[in-house]
């Protein structure tokens, strides 16, 4: 097993730093934009992967991966308004730390930076690898469109 990084683009989210925060601290504010359509439109674009079973509280996330199994993802640390960290526990034969850092550019803007260290091993960097890659971006450009309250 090997560590391997993965870090976004820097994106621009239209809202104070603190509503960022905040919207993205609490796995409940995901669950409903998750279930209005955003698990259909990740099976589409990759259909080899299928997410199911989708519950989660504040701290937490619980989801199926078709073939893969469950994963569990909790958020273990929260720095107010400039990090969440995230790590992701259950069956994934990969485990997972992940960041989410903001930064205020001014009272009505925010930056947002992921960050993604992953634990796997060689055979599944070679086949999930590049998709990591892509996926940190695409992640990053939905999380600054989410419709923050």
């Not at 391997?4 to 960022?20: A, C, D, F, L, P």
């Not at 989410?100 to 009505?108: A, E």
Request: charged residues 20%.
């Amino acid at each position: 097993m090997g560590l391997n990084k993965y870090t976004s683009q820097v994106k621009e989210i239209g809202h104070n730093q603190q509503v960022v925060f905040n919207y993205l601290s609490n796995f409940e504010n995901l669950s409903a934009y998750l279930n209005s359509g955003l698990i259909e439109k990740i099976t589409e674009k990759v259909p080899q992967i299928k997410i199911t079973d989708f519950e989660s509280d504040q701290d937490s996330c619980k989801f199926n991966i078709t073939g893969l199994g469950v994963a569990e993802i909790k958020i273990v640390n929260r720095e107010p308004f400039k990090t969440i960290k995230v790590e992701s526990s259950g069956g994934l034969p990969l485990s997972f730390t992940f960041w989410i850092q903001l930064l205020p550019v001014d009272g009505y803007k925010t930056k947002m930076r992921l960050t993604l260290h992953a634990e796997m091993s060689m055979m599944i960097k070679m086949m999930a690898g590049s998709k990591l890659e892509e996926g940190i971006d695409n992640l990053a450009e939905t999380l600054s469109k989410l419709p923050y309250q």
